[in-house]
Every structure is written in structure tokens, then in C-alpha cells.
């Protein structure tokens, strides 16, 4: 195989180097446009250089972009340096992925409008989605989402590399039909008012996100607002930071009702929002709810706070109100995937007829390890036994 030399020396590449290597995939040298890393270290003692000095040591190098943020921008960065397309490739699921040569397209693509402390996404598929930067405000973004996914488009259909090559979604062929936005994901908490009241562990705000929702010049009203004026919206996925300690949660739910999207709102249940409770039994809105544990110690270790009893109060109380329940598991190893809380934890999603969904550690995205393997099998035995619905986050399946 040609020399390869990666480009981004971030998480992605830093946690996914060892399974690379394993495939047969072991760079020369990492390339990044922080200059701060330039001619450090990474990983087992590859350098990271600048791309004019990596492209000087290794001319004949296949340089492969391992970054799934921003992959646009990096692509055309590399194109804008000389450097052709046959010898750029990509890094997905630990293997090289190269131009299709032939028609793809996506059902996905047009279909999802994510914002989150990443950019702007035109998917949630976890491993697969890319991410643009965003402009810091709703009514640039969308102006900028739209001209993505026309080039997305173009360039799946021309048989290109884009970030969304290797993605089991795609299809061969071309676009029969163009889909418009239906589904928008409002992520991760925006300025201007408190993210939330816990202080969960595996929690990642402080360290990716809030940076970046720190340069919006927009509040969540101003979001909701503006996606009021996309018509084919039907579902919204809210994930911006606790729903009930926000100042906005009565304006968001009053926006809400009078379009009658349906989703899913994340929330961590502490308080009660009757309001919220109305609208989500009307328009059969998932609330999901991390609950993580089934024991009060395990609660109070993960999230920082001491309120187990009254999220289960709270979770009765929209569950007797006939509102959809989802109740999350994310499992941390050496904390949680112990019987004891797994099965309590079932117990209590059976008692509210809620569905349960199994995630990883968010913060330690490494190969699954045999602790997490035996929990994850525990609890997806333990409610099938009981008849309780199980799914799994994408994180689990790779």
C-alpha cells in the first residue's frame, strides 16, 4: 500500500489510530491546520506537521482525512493546495474509502436539518454525518444548509469523494426524487440561558460545545421561529441542554403546540412541566430521559445531584399522563453495568411502560470493552425477559 498520511490529529483519529493500524492502515504522519500541533506528537510517536512540510517528506502519499467536522472545508483546503483528488481519500470506520467512481445518492440528505456544537449536519447517523461550520445564526445557516446539500448532491451523483462516502445509507443510482427538510435536531444548549441543572459525568458541554454555541448571536425562540417558516417540517428533536430550566421552555412549548410538530424533547425530568406533559400526549412527543442507573447511589454519583426519588416521581407523572417515555442507559464502565442497577433500572422502566435505549459513554468512544459487552447484554436480556422495549444507540453497534 502507498504511504499514507492522515489528516487531523484530533479524538476521531487519536481514539480509532490503534484499529486503523489493524487494518492495515498505519500513517507516515498526521497533518492538521492547528498550528499549535505542528511538530508534537500523537499516539505512538507519529509526528504532526504542517501539510506543505508532510507533502515535501511524502510526495507520492495518499493524504486520507480522518475529521468528520468540517470535512467540506478540509477537502477544499487540500483541492486548494494542489493536490488532486486521486491521491485524497477518507478514513470511515477505520477504513480507506476513495471516489465511488459511479451515482450514489442518500433518502437522508435534505431530510434532516441537525444544529449542534459542531455546525450545522444534514443527518444524525452517528460515524457518518458531516458536519459545516455555522455562521451563528439560524437564518445564515440555512441558507448555508441548503447550498450543502445541493453540492452534496451533485457531487454524490458525479461519483466524488464527499463525507458521506462509505455510509451503508447511500445507494447506487441517482436521485429520483429530492427530499426537503422534515426532521430538525436543535442540539446541545445555546447561550443565553442555563444548560441544565445536572452535573452528569459523562457529560460533554464544557468540553466541545460550549465554545461554539458561545458565538451564536441567536436564542433558541429566534430557531424555533425561523424553522416556523420551513412548511415541511413535521418532527423537531430538541436536545438543547434541560428543557425546564430554561427561561424559554413556555415560549418553546407555546411554538411547539401551534405547529404540532411531533420528535422528541431530552429531559432530565427533575422538575414537572404540566405544560409539557399536555403537549407531548397530544402530539405523542417522546420525552428521553437519561436515567442511567436503578439504584439512588448510582444516580447520585453520575449525575452530581441528589434527586433519584423525584425524577421517578416526575417520570410516574408524565407516564400517568399518557406521554411517550424513552429511558436511556448510558452505560460507564466500572460504574453502572453492575446487575444490581441494570435490572432495578428495567424494573422501573417496565412500571412506566417506557422504552429503553442503550448508549455509550460519549466521552470514551474507544472499541467496545468486555464490561460494556457484558452489561449490554444483561440489560437487553433482562428486558426482553420483561417485555420492555430495547434499542440501541448507533455508538453500540460499532
Not at 23 to 51: A, E, M, Q, W
Not at 73 to 80: L, S
Not at 332 to 340: C, R, T, W
Not at 348 to 373: C, G, L, P, T, W
Request: glycine letters at 6%; aromatic letters at 10%; a neutral charge.
Amino acid at each position: 500500500m502507498k504511504q499514507l498520511i492522515f489528516y487531523g490529529a484530533g479524538r476521531y483519529a487519536q481514539r480509532n489510530l490503534d484499529e486503523c493500524i489493524k487494518n492495515g492502515l498505519t500513517p507516515v504522519c498526521f497533518v492538521d491546520s492547528d498550528k499549535r500541533k505542528h511538530y508534537t506528537k500523537l499516539g505512538g510517536g507519529y509526528d504532526i506537521l504542517p501539510l506543505n512540510k508532510a507533502m515535501e517528506m511524502y510526495p507520492d502519499a495518499t493524504l486520507c482525512i480522518t475529521a468528520r467536522n468540517y470535512w467540506v472545508d478540509i477537502y477544499d483546503y487540500i483541492k486548494n493546495q494542489g493536490i488532486p483528488s486521486s491521491r485524497i481519500a477518507s478514513i470511515v470506520n477505520n477504513k480507506l474509502v476513495k471516489d465511488a467512481q459511479y451515482p450514489q445518492y442518500c433518502h437522508l440528505i435534505g431530510h434532516d436539518l441537525m444544529l449542534d456544537g459542531s455546525g450545522i449536519s444534514t443527518c444524525c447517523k452517528i460515524g457518518y454525518r458531516t458536519t459545516i461550520a455555522s455562521d451563528g445564526n439560524i437564518k445564515k445557516d440555512i441558507i448555508k444548509y441548503n447550498e450543502f446539500v445541493n453540492r452534496l448532491r451533485d457531487d454524490l451523483t458525479q461519483g466524488k469523494l464527499t463525507g458521506c462516502t462509505g455510509c451503508p445509507e447511500l445507494r447506487d443510482g441517482i436521485e429520483s426524487e429530492k427530499m426537503s427538510v422534515k426532521h430538525v435536531i436543535i442540539g446541545t444548549a445555546l447561550p443565553g440561558h442555563q444548560s441544565c441543572n445536572f452535573k452528569c459525568s459523562y457529560c460533554t458541554y464544557e468540553l466541545e460545545v460550549k465554545k461554539v454555541w458561545d458565538s451564536r448571536t441567536d436564542s433558541v425562540v429566534d430557531i424555533f421561529q425561523e424553522i416556523e417558516s420551513i412548511s415541511s417540517i413535521d418532527t423537531i428533536s430538541y436536545i438543547s441542554g434541560e428543557i425546564s430550566v430554561s427561561p424559554f421552555k413556555y415560549e418553546i412549548i407555546n411554538i411547539w403546540n401551534k405547529n404540532g410538530w411531533g420528535g422528541w424533547i431530552n429531559t432530565n425530568a427533575s422538575i414537572y412541566i404540566y405544560e409539557m406533559a399536555k403537549l407531548a400526549s397530544k402530539y405523542n412527543i417522546i420525552l428521553v430521559i437519561s436515567l442511567d442507573a436503578g439504584t439512588k447511589e448510582t444516580f447520585n454519583k453520575i449525575k452530581g445531584v441528589d434527586c433519584f426519588e423525584k425524577v421517578i416521581e416526575n417520570i410516574k407523572k408524565y407516564s400517568i399522563h399518557g406521554v411517550p417515555i424513552c429511558l436511556k442507559y448510558v452505560l460507564l464502565e466500572n460504574i453502572n453495568g453492575d446487575e444490581h442497577n441494570l435490572f432495578s433500572f428495567v424494573r422501573i422502566a417496565k412500571e412506566m411502560n417506557a422504552n429503553v435505549q442503550i448508549v455509550r459513554d460519549f466521552k470514551n468512544m474507544k472499541i467496545i470493552s468486555q464490561y460494556e459487552h457484558s452489561a449490554m447484554i444483561k440489560l437487553t436480556n433482562k428486558c426482553l425477559e420483561m417485555g420492555v422495549p430495547v434499542n440501541f444507540n448507533d455508538h453500540c453497534t460499532s
